[in-house]
């Protein structure tokens, strides 16, 4: 997808990577510095409370995100036993993710709105940037294993949910990746229909472009 990008419109590509190395980056961050905040130090042993992507990055993610527009961090290494607050304690771990997306995107609605920063391509970066992010915050909030929404909702469930539950949690992850790949091959496919309903009228109403504008 970006090989293609690339072709057509560098400027464009490399704006929408940004906000992908922006994204992923503080995604991954914001769990690791909530878990350490509530009392987990497992992911700032291995110096993954920094904002440095080469700490957040996966070589494998990485490259899926340029061949294939699909691509994902290194998973953060969360001990929920040594969490405070019970129940919610991973619960607040698993939101700090698509959180810290949604922060991005606010952030990015303060910036568009600066006189100072004029026209043109930072414009356009600063847009790009917003979308990529909440397309990151309603992915990820998606609650199908190993997604942040599947941490975030499954611990609320009833226990008659139970097998459903113990289901998702371990066909999950499979499940997701039929559906990216399908997504990959199927441009028409309704999952980019799906995480475009919220992420467009969010744009919107923070007074950002519903896409990424044309250069």
């Known amino acids: 997808m970006f090989v293609q990008l690339f072709e057509q419109s560098p400027a464009a590509a490399v704006a929408i990577l940004l906000g992908f190395v922006v994204g992923i980056t503080l995604h991954e961050a914001a769990?690791?510095?909530?878990a350490y905040?509530?009392?987990?130090?497992?992911?700032?042993?291995?110096g993954r409370v920094t904002l440095n992507p080469a700490s957040?990055?996966?070589?494998?993610?990485?490259?899926m995100l340029?061949?294939?527009?699909?691509?994902?961090?290194?998973?953060t290494p969360v001990t929920p036993a040594k969490l405070r607050g019970g129940v919610l304690g991973p619960v607040a771990v698993a939101f700090a993710g698509p959180a810290s997306?949604?922060?991005?995107?606010?952030?990015?609605?303060?910036?568009?709105?600066?006189?100072a920063v004029g026209e043109g391509y930072l414009l356009v970066t600063i847009a790009a940037v917003a979308f990529v992010n909440a397309l990151l915050f309603v992915f990820n909030l998606i609650p199908i294993p190993p997604?942040?929404?599947?941490?975030?909702?499954?611990?609320?469930?009833?226990?008659?949910?139970?097998?459903?539950?113990?289901?998702?949690?371990?066909?999950?992850?499979?499940?997701?990746?039929?559906?990216?790949?399908?997504?990959i091959f199927l441009p028409g496919f309704s999952i980019f229909g799906f995480l475009l309903a919220p992420v467009v009228p969010l744009l919107q109403a923070l007074g950002?472009?519903?896409?990424?504008?044309?250069?």
Do not use: E
């Not at 769990?31 to 909530?34: D, G, K, P, R």
């Not at 226990?159 to 559906?179: C, E, H, K, W």
């Not at 950002?208 to 250069?215: E, H, T, Y």
């Open 147 to 183: 997604l942040d929404g599947a941490k975030v909702i499954f611990p609320f469930l009833p226990r008659s949910l139970d097998g459903f539950v113990a289901f998702m949690n371990q066909y999950g992850p499979t499940i997701l990746l039929v559906l990216v790949v399908v997504a």
């Open 208 to 215: 950002l472009p519903p896409g990424i504008p044309v250069l």
């Open 31 to 34: 769990h690791a510095a909530s």
């Open 56 to 63: 957040h990055l996966d070589i494998l993610g990485s490259l």
């Open 101 to 115: 997306n949604l922060l991005i995107v606010a952030a990015c609605a303060v910036l568009y709105r600066i006189p």
């Open 37 to 46: 905040l509530l009392g987990d130090d497992t992911a700032y042993r291995q």
């Open 66 to 75: 340029l061949i294939a527009g699909f691509g994902w961090g290194r998973p």
